[in-house]
Nanobody, 124 residues
Framework: QLQACGGGLVQAGDSLRLSCAASGQTFSRYVMAWFRQVPGKEREFVGC????????AYADSVKGRFTISRDNTKNMVYLQMNSLKPEDTAVYYCAADSGVIWSEVRNQRAYDYWGQGTQVTVSS
């Protein structure tokens, strides 16, 4: 089970950190990812992190502004979002999967487990 939190209303240029708590004892076996979705559009890949951390991947639209990290001792994954833009406004979801291969990490269908989403709104 995944529980995301940390969303809110911020101004352009501000920072925000999202957190996702995972239950279970095998957290380190899962690739963790963040996706986002706006009404009427498909869920969009934001970024992901490998099972033991260290290696990450990002969408071009957030590269250099967003950073994913994880703490396997706390079963937590984080999304640090800096220099936020109005176009970052979306519902953000964390996702997890133990079997996803790295070439498929940007595909939402590769993930079996999803959090409930947290709203991020960036005003201009």
């Amino acid at each position: 089970q995944l529980q995301a939190c940390g969303g809110g209303l911020v101004q352009a240029g501000d920072s925000l950190r999202l957190s996702c708590a995972a239950s279970g004892q095998t957290f380190s076996r899962y690739v963790m990812a963040w996706f986002r979705q706006v009404p009427g559009k498909e869920r969009e890949f934001v970024g992901c992190i490998r099972r033991t951390g260290g290696i990450t991947a990002y969408a071009d639209s957030v590269k250099g502004r967003f950073t994913i990290s994880r703490d396997n001792t706390k079963n937590m994954v984080y999304l640090q979002m800096n220099s936020l833009k109005p176009e970052d406004t979306a519902v953000y979801y964390c996702a997890a999967d133990s079997g996803v291969i790295w070439s498929e990490v940007r595909n939402q269908r590769a993930y079996d487990y999803w959090g409930q989403g947290t709203q991020v709104t960036v005003s201009s």
